[in-house]
């Protein structure tokens, strides 16, 4: 059975960064696209960023380009986001999904419980 656990949220300052990692394990972790994806309190799930099971193929949204950059390691099973110049409307939980697509968009049939994302002064 897939898991999906990420780690490295926190409280950042408005212009700040954090990097955020997901490792994945029980299912075969390069043959899968992974997403990111938040929500903020009170709305509906928003789709951030996806790479594809190689790595070299990455997409963000509209919202978080040229400011988050996803990457991955399939070695350790990992992918990470990296996410600079944080603004307080990147607050959020935020999840990793094993992606049944090609990470471009969310399609995903596995999550993670999510790591909490808080940008305030």
């Known amino acids: 059975q897939a898991q999906l656990t990420e780690s490295g949220g926190g409280l950042a300052q408005p212009g700040g960064s954090l990097r955020l990692s997901c490792v994945g394990s029980g299912f075969a972790f390069s043959d899968y696209a992974i997403s990111w994806a938040r929500q903020a309190p009170g709305k509906g799930l928003e789709w951030v960023s996806g790479v594809y099971n190689d790595g070299y193929d990455t997409y963000y949204a509209d919202s978080v380009k040229g400011r988050f950059i996803i990457s991955r390691d399939n070695a350790k099973n990992t992918v990470y986001l990296q996410m600079n110049n944080l603004k307080v409307e990147d607050s959020g939980l935020y999840y990793c999904?094993?992606?049944?697509?090609?990470?471009?968009?969310?399609?995903?049939?596995?999550w993670g419980q999510g790591t909490l994302v808080t940008v305030s002064s």
């Open positions: 999904a094993k992606d049944l697509g090609d990470g471009s968009r969310l399609f995903s049939d596995s």
